[in-house]
């Protein structure tokens, strides 16, 4: 049982490149959410979705798009890569019996030159 | 909107008690707690529901005053395993689909 399976793990841009998250949880889940962490900062939300095919604006949605194509998975795109991108990515899912508890994923350390 | 935490750090040694506070300037429907160890993934506490007990977890519990629109996390007789980031979060309304909004986390450190 891998829970919320995070890809890649690491991964370094240049200013301006773009680049895909992948998030993939195997619990069945409706919700299923994108965070950054920065230091000092908490845990700030990105996207988040309540089902296939839905997707909405959490705190800070700007220089980020998302798609919920397929139940299980939840992709943050970044277009247009910028240095204050930089950030630890988390994804997490919610939902079932247990719909108050989120799970989260392991995280993608993002840098951004 | 973002709750406030309080102490942003705290030390202890092996078996003192810690208590950690989260205030909001809103109304809120629940408080969800979780602890996140260096270099790892959030885990879920515990979450106190409006018109809710207190809840507990092994040592650890905590409260919920909705008149004050705060709570807090208890922490007894602490063992080295709980040092990590503690985080709470908010949900304002019962259909908010679970979007929480966390404050900046408090350091615990738990030392031998």
């Known amino acids: 049982n891998a829970g919320v399976t995070q890809t890649p793990k690491f991964r370094v841009l240049k200013t301006g490149q773009s680049m895909t998250l992948l998030c993939a949880q195997d619990m069945n889940h409706e919700y299923m959410y994108w965070y950054r962490q920065d230091p000092g900062m908490g845990l700030r939300l990105i996207h988040y979705?309540?089902?296939?095919?839905?997707?909405a604006k959490g705190e800070v949605p700007d220089g980020y798009n998302v798609s919920r194509l397929k139940k299980q998975n939840f992709l943050l795109g970044l277009e247009s890569a910028a240095p204050s991108q930089t950030s630890v990515y988390f994804c997490a899912s919610s939902g079932g019996l247990a719909k108050n508890i989120q799970y989260f994923g392991a995280g993608t350390r993002l840098s951004v030159l | 909107q973002q709750p406030v935490q309080s102490p942003q750090a705290v030390i202890l040694r092996e078996g003192e008690d810690a208590v950690i506070n989260c205030s909001s300037s809103?109304?809120?429907?629940?408080v969800h707690w979780y602890r996140q160890k260096h270099g790892e993934a959030p885990v879920f506490l515990m979450i106190?529901?409006?018109?809710?007990e207190q809840k507990g977890h092994e040592k650890i519990s905590a409260s919920f005053n909705e008149k004050k629109q705060q709570s807090s996390l208890y922490l007894t007789a602490s063992q080295l395993s709980y040092s990590g980031t503690y985080f709470c979060g908010t949900e304002r309304s019962g259909g908010s689909q679970g979007n929480l909004i966390f404050g900046k986390g408090t350091k615990l450190s738990v030392k031998p």
């Open positions: 979705s309540v089902g296939e095919g839905t997707t």
């Open positions: 809103k109304a809120l429907y629940s």
């Open positions: 106190l529901l409006k018109g809710g």
